[in-house]
């Protein structure tokens, strides 16, 4: 029962992890590689809503599968 208990914990840690992590890399790969629209004024718009798009999947997807 204690593992069952810890495996479930575990779980909802690496969602948490995995839903800090995107949005965390994402602007550290933009900082390195130019990414599109980049020196325009709607490239900072199309990269925020890619890191808000795919926290939004991600937390989606977690919570269907019952991980959070």
Known sequence: LND??????MKKLAGWA???A???ALPVVGQNVPYPGFSEPWGVWLSAGLIAASTVVL???FRRRGWL
Request: hydrophobic letters at 60%.
């Open 22 to 24: 995107v949005p965390t």
């Open 59 to 61: 937390l989606f997807l």
């Open 18 to 20: 995995a839903l800090i």
């Open 4 to 9: 069952e208990r810890l495996n479930t914990i």
